[in-house]
């Protein structure tokens, strides 16, 4: 039931671009992105919801497509900033108008060097 | 406005031995959960409560009990822990009902070594 992440790891230099894939077996309610730095707690990117939309949040953007259960996130022109490990939630079914049940996937380490 | 508080930040057990993890959020979000964190295994949820009163079980139950003990707390205990319990357990709540965002927020994680 756990997401798919690719790639495991990802080495860039500043300025460079980046796209991480996040694949289910399930259809798909929801797809969350978050990124943690070494030692902190993980930090909320976006959120698609079923319906296909794109978003984009400063130079990092993500799509979703609900047919092949798939989500992209993509990060232009890197910044050293960026670095960290990048997890992809999904979410399976809501019961309710809140989260429900989140699984992540095992997340993907990206390291930006100058 | 302190978000998610989680106590303690470390602990270390002796095996066999048990203790509560605990979890509270002043955001007035009706969904909270709790996960461990274990190199190369990304976040795996191990219980979660999608509104007071009620709790579910995630990808990874065993050895966990959970309370909801009113809309703020959320407590995570191991009765009688184990080697593999050794993890950095992270708590986190959503809500409240109504956002249109649904963003989980974090605490900033308890650090546990079973020995």
């Known amino acids: 039931q756990q997401p798919v992440q690719s790639p495991q790891a990802v080495i860039l230099r500043e300025g460079e671009d980046a796209v991480i894939n996040c694949s289910s077996s399930?259809?798909?309610?929801?797809v969350h992105w978050y990124r943690q730095k070494h030692g902190e707690a993980p930090v909320f990117l976006m959120i698609?919801?079923?319906?296909?939309e794109q978003k984009g949040h400063d130079k990092i953007s993500a799509s979703f497509n609900e047919k092949k259960q798939q989500s992209s996130l993509y990060l232009t022109a890197s910044q050293l900033s960026y670095s960290g490990t990048y997890f992809c939630g999904t979410e399976i079914i809501r019961k309710s108008y809140n989260t429900d049940k989140l699984i992540f996937g095992t997340g993907t380490r990206l390291q930006v060097f100058p | 406005n302190a978000g998610v508080t989680q106590t303690p930040k470390f602990q270390v057990l002796k095996t066999g031995q048990s203790m509560t993890l605990q979890c509270a959020q002043d955001m007035n979000h009706n969904s909270m959960y709790w996960y461990r964190q274990d190199p190369g295994m990304g976040l795996r949820l191990i219980y979660y409560s999608a509104s007071e009163g009620t709790t579910d079980k995630g990808e990874v139950p065993n050895g966990y009990n959970v309370s909801r003990l009113n809309k703020r707390e959320f407590s995570l205990r191991l009765e009688s822990a184990a080697p593999s319990q050794t993890s950095v357990y992270f708590c986190a709540s959503s809500g409240p009902e109504g956002t249109a965002s649904l963003k989980l927020f974090f605490g900033s994680g308890t650090q546990l070594s079973v020995l």
């Open positions: 399930k259809a798909l309610y929801s």
């Open positions: 698609l919801l079923k319906g296909g």
